[in-house]
């Protein structure tokens, strides 16, 4: 069943070039435009949506971060993200014109699925981001995207949440699509770019025995930080839930940015840090979050960049994991699977229950 892997993790985390194909399939029509089959929510409606909440707990709430980057720049519509569990408690504007986009890999979360019935109560649109066909969660929702990831065994999602991160940018570009608040060459563009990460997540696991290699060395950590900027950062908290889940061990994501503000005092001398690299852009981000790096090094950490190809990084880095080019927006796709393969092999080397951790179950059906 594991096909001679030890871990279901590790089989799903092998299993994502194709798992991002088949979420890529069919949705690229003959004349050039996407189409979301399944969506069941008219062009007129999407039309009228003046705002979207994503909603979604774990990794689902981090891909909706992602999301968040992607779909405010591509369709210029206002979203917020939310955890699940706190999104009702909090009497949230919402309106008929809302859209609330609620992802679950299982479609049976009940922190989800209790504040998706609330915002119908409140007559906004549901859209599910779902892994699982005909689970509760998208049986509920007015629309939904199926990932199409195949079945997720192991607790730790890896392949839910590639597949959702696919889900959200192909909802952002087709809402740009009807709304025409991007050229069709532009969206072109990015589903081209899209095509081509099943190939660049590969290019991924055929480095992991670096990152096994980097695992091993850290097997008495017990604490590690991880910092991002921009789509970077969900990504730097999906790499601290990692090893919080599966190795048990204290880790925390940072935006880069945040770190004068106090977490730097957490700096010591031997503390891993992984950095997750902006592409050299337009922006400064990448030169701002580089010097962040420099200070943290300059402080006794040992700084692991991931960094876009080509990108000088031994200047400011102990270790250096590079990163195929992808589109600002994009890079989560690939920066993600180094840290996917760091925390099951770190746990591996621990001696835990991978697919099994403690105290956790896959699917958390009470609130
Ligand atoms: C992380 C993890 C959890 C789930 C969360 C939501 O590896 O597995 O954080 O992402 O419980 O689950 P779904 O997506 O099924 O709603």
Not at 58 to 87: D, M, Q
Not at 235 to 263: N, Q, S
Request: with cysteine; proline share 5%.
């Amino acid at each position: 069943k594991k096909d001679g892997y030890d871990w279901y993790m590790r089989k799903e985390i092998f299993e994502q070039p194709r798992a991002v194909a088949d979420a890529l399939l069919g949705r690229w029509s003959a004349e050039g435009q996407l189409q979301l089959d399944e969506l069941r929510l008219s062009e007129g409606e999407l039309r009228e949506i003046d705002k979207i909440v994503v909603i979604g707990c774990g990794t689902a709430n981090y891909s909706g971060l992602v999301a968040k980057y992607a779909i405010e720049h591509w369709t210029r519509i206002p979203c917020e993200v939310e955890l699940a569990h706190e999104f009702r408690y909090r009497d949230p504007i919402l309106t008929r014109n809302t859209l609330v986009v609620a992802i679950s890999q299982s479609g049976e979360t009940a922190d989800t699925l209790m504040a998706i019935r609330y915002a119908k109560l409140q007559k906004a649109k549901v859209l599910a981001i779902c892994n699982t066909n005909g689970s509760t969660i998208p049986r509920e929702s007015d629309a939904v995207i199926y990932t199409h990831a195949g079945p997720e065994i192991a607790v730790a999602s890896t392949k839910g949440f590639l597949t959702q991160l696919i889900a959200c940018y192909l909802l952002g570009l087709y809402l740009a699509q009807v709304r025409g608040t991007k050229f069709g060459d532009e969206i072109t563009a990015v589903v081209r770019e899209l095509e081509l990460v099943p190939a660049k997540v590969q290019q991924q696991l055929d480095r992991c025995e670096e990152i096994y290699a980097l695992a091993r060395e850290h097997a008495d950590t017990r604490s590690v930080l991880f910092l991002g900027r921009h789509a970077g950062f969900p990504v730097a908290l999906e790499g601290a839930l990692k090893l919080k889940e599966l190795a048990y061990i204290h880790a925390e994501g940072f935006a880069a940015g945040e770190l004068k503000h106090g977490p730097i005092a957490l700096i010591e001398e031997g503390l891993p840090v992984f950095c997750v690299m902006p592409p050299k852009g337009r922006d400064q981000l990448h030169d701002k979050m580089a010097s962040a790096v420099q200070e943290v090094r300059a402080r006794g950490a040992r700084t692991i960049a991931l960094v876009e190809e080509g990108d000088d990084a031994a200047s400011y880095a102990d270790t250096v994991i590079p990163l195929p080019k992808v589109p600002t927006l994009l890079q989560p796709l690939v920066a993600v699977v180094p840290l996917q393969l760091f925390a099951c092999e770190l746990a591996t080397v621990m001696g835990h229950d991978v697919d099994q951790p403690r105290n956790l179950a896959k699917s958390v059906t009470v609130e």
